[in-house]
Nanobody, 117 residues
Framework: QVQLVESGGGLVQPGGSLRLSCVPS????????MGWYRQGPGKQRELVAG???????NVADSVKGRFTISRDNAKNTVYLQMNSLKPEDTAVYYC???????????WGQGTQVTVSS
């Protein structure tokens, strides 16, 4: 069973920054793709940013220019750097990993991000 351990959420004022971290229990390159999703109050879960093993990156229009997804291969960690945060970014953020060989998808437990003054 694969585990994805997230950290870095919290309460921040509008305009502030946070960095989320996700550490999988398997090597990052075992997965076809990894990414971050979020689910705000009363909303459906949506993709925030993700990348494939080949390096293709996808970022939601709503966060483009403010959020950056990256990975540190040596630390086997995926990051989501969030800058210029807005109240509408308030959500539970989930790390996701896709294993297309086995046809499986894995989710972290979620980390709360609250943007409020």
């Amino acid at each position: 069973q694969v585990q994805l351990v997230e950290s870095g959420g919290g309460l921040v004022q509008p305009g502030g920054s946070l960095r989320l971290s996700c550490v999988p229990s398997r090597n990052i390159f075992d997965f076809y793709a990894m990414g971050w999703y979020r689910q705000g109050p009363g909303k459906q879960r949506e993709l925030v940013a993700g990348f494939t093993r080949a390096g293709t990156t996808n970022v939601a229009d709503s966060v483009k220019g403010r959020f950056t997804i990256s990975r540190d291969n040596a630390k086997n960690t995926v990051y989501l750097q969030m800058n210029s945060l807005k109240p509408e970014d308030t959500a539970v953020y989930y790390c996701n990993a896709a294993d297309v060989v086995r046809g499986l998808e894995y989710w972290g437990q979620g980390t709360q991000v609250t943007v409020s003054s």
